[in-house]
C-alpha cells in the first residue's frame, strides 16, 4: 500500500492458502491452545542490528504495538 503524501510504502506478508485439510489441522490447533491461528506463506524477516532491535523496540512500547520488520 502506497502513501502518495509521504512517498513510504507498507508490505505485508501474504496469508497462506491452505487446503481444506490444513485449514481443519489449524482449527484443531486453535482449539487446543486456546490462541487464533494465522498462516502466512513464507517470509523473510529484516536482519536487524542490536540497536536497531532497540529503536524498534522503543517504537513498540511509545505506540502500545507489536512491529515486525521484513525485507
Do not use: C, H, W
Amino acid at each position: 500500500m502506497a502513501n502518495n503524501q509521504t512517498g513510504y510504502y507498507m508490505v505485508y506478508p501474504q496469508t497462506a492458502q491452505l487446503s481444506v485439510s490444513g485449514l481443519n489441522k489449524v482449527k484443531e490447533l486453535e482449539k487446543e491452545l486456546g490462541v487464533v491461528l494465522i498462516a502466512y506463506k513464507p517470509t523473510e524477516y529484516a536482519d536487524l542490528t542490536e540497536d536497531q532491535v532497540k529503536e524498534l523496540q522503543k517504537m513498540e512500547k511509545n505506540l502500545k504495538a507489536t512491529i515486525v520488520a521484513f525485507r
